[in-house]
């Protein structure tokens, strides 16, 4: 019954290895969503897509990367993961200008 | 852009305390959503309102968007209210762009 499930729910990666994280949807929304969430702090918009059109936020760091395939899912690339990356990275789904559903996160830590 | 700012950022509760969180926001939205952060770090919706009042049991919201707040109201507090409480916005200059706010951290205590 999830409407939009991110995949690994928790993820280790090494300094510097390349990490993907998934986010799916059955909703059919027209907009996603990738926040970055550290500790006590609200979640920062990294960018969106509005269909297959592609918004970077202007302080978003390069080494944040996303590809939409199709309407169902979006992936996260981080090409060389820095020990500041570690986060909560959270996924969000909308139709238009209606109302959010988020998944339930990806939790990465870098070693 | 918008500036949304939360009050208070921290509260204290004792189970069955009634609260009021403020959510106050720098110009016009188009829409505008309250979130309950568990300790497991998922969003949960409360509540999409950008105008008007609603309910949902122990919970209710009011947005009065001509004056820019919205308020959250938590009547009969339990343990399991515990958490952040997010409100983000979405402004009018045709952007996708929700912004949240600066976040309340709520703690029940039994």
């Known amino acids: 019954d999830a409407m939009v499930i991110q995949n690994p729910r928790y993820q280790v990666t090494q300094f510097g290895k390349p990490v993907t994280l998934s986010c799916s949807q059955t909703?059919?929304?027209?907009?996603m969503y990738w926040y970055q969430q550290k500790s006590s702090q609200a979640p920062k918009l990294l960018f969106h897509y509005y269909d297959k059109d592609f918004n970077n936020e202007a302080d978003t760091p390069d080494n944040f990367q996303s590809r939409r395939p199709n309407t169902s899912f979006c992936f996260l690339d981080i090409r060389s993961p820095g020990l500041g990356d570690a986060a909560m990275y959270l996924c969000a789904t909308s139709r238009r200008q209606g109302s959010w559903t988020f998944g339930s996160g990806t939790r990465l830590t870098v070693v | 852009g918008i500036q949304v700012e939360q009050s208070p950022p921290d509260l204290i509760l004792q189970e069955g305390a009634n609260s009021t969180l403020r959510c106050n926001f720098s110009?016009?939205?188009?829409?505008l959503q309250w979130f309950h952060q568990n300790p497991w770090g998922q969003l949960i919706n409360l509540f999409y309102?950008?105008?008007g009042t609603k309910q949902n049991g122990r919970l209710s919201a009011t947005t009065v968007a001509t004056e820019r707040y919205s308020l959250l109201y938590i009547s009969s507090s339990q343990t399991t209210d515990s958490g952040v409480y997010f409100c983000?916005?979405?402004?009018?200059?045709?952007?996708?762009?929700?912004?949240f706010g600066t976040g309340t951290r709520l703690k029940v205590l039994a």
């Open positions: 909703l059919n929304h027209n907009v």
């Open positions: 983000a916005v979405l402004g009018t200059s045709g952007t996708y762009k929700y912004i």
């Open positions: 309102i950008p105008s």
């Open positions: 110009d016009s939205v188009n829409n």
